[in-house]
């Protein structure tokens, strides 16, 4: 009995998190749409910063080595996985070697020299022919990325806003918008109309 009554509060109490959360989401939304037309909007990123290039340029020669080692009937994911177990046991060259380590943006030194067959997969499907698909994402003072606007213009036209449905019509839309992503500029920019008042 008493362990029921555990699992309840524990799940009454996660519910509640969660609830918190989304109605601090909401609030942020709201302020930000309220603020909608009088806020600036910073330009979005256009060029890639050297570093970008860097990480991209190691990002799709990871990728050539991956589908060089690909055989003719191969899937692409057998072959990442093939490359993922290379690197893990550490029979790639040092130049490959090298590739990963740029193109893995992981603060562990040592996990930054192996690369998963997820993550190969990853970037693989991000790829559409240009070093931008393969590029990092900046850091908010920066840029912003171009459909952080739209998303917020739509949110405020919705007759039912929700987060992920404006995401959703984003990428139909065919822009790269990201729930996740789309959930840290929103706090980002109720942050920053906070502060400015």
């Known amino acids: 009995m008493d362990i029921e009554k555990q699992m309840q509060r524990a799940q009454t109490l996660r519910n509640q998190v969660r609830l918190e959360a989304q109605q601090r989401r909401q609030a942020d939304i709201d302020l930000v749409l309220n603020r909608l037309e ?37 899937v692409f994911f057998a072959a990442a996985v093939r490359f993922e177990r290379l690197s893990r046991s550490g029979k790639l060259s040092a130049a490959t070697t090298l590739r990963i380590g740029l193109a893995n943006l992981v603060r562990d030194k ?16 991000a790829d559409d022919g ?12 920066n840029a ?9 213009l739509l949110l405020k036209t919705m007759e039912k806003p929700t987060l992920k449905g404006a995401v959703r019509e ?25 502060s400015e008042g």
């Open 110 to 125: 040592e996990k930054a020299l192996t690369v998963a067959a997820d993550t190969l997969c990853r970037w693989r499907s």
């Open 130 to 141: 240009t070093l931008a698909s393969l590029a990092p994402a900046v850091a908010w003072n």
């Open 170 to 194: 984003l990428q139909r839309q065919g822009m790269s918008a990201e729930i996740n992503r789309a959930k840290q500029y929103i706090k980002q920019l109720a942050d920053r109309i906070r």
């Open 144 to 152: 912003v990325p171009e459909w952080v606007k739209p998303m917020f």
């Open 38 to 74: 009088v806020f600036e909007w910073p330009e979005p990123q256009r060029e890639l910063t050297p570093w970008q290039r860097e990480v991209a340029e190691a990002r799709l020669g990871v990728l050539n080595e991956v589908a060089a080692l690909q055989e003719d009937t191969e």
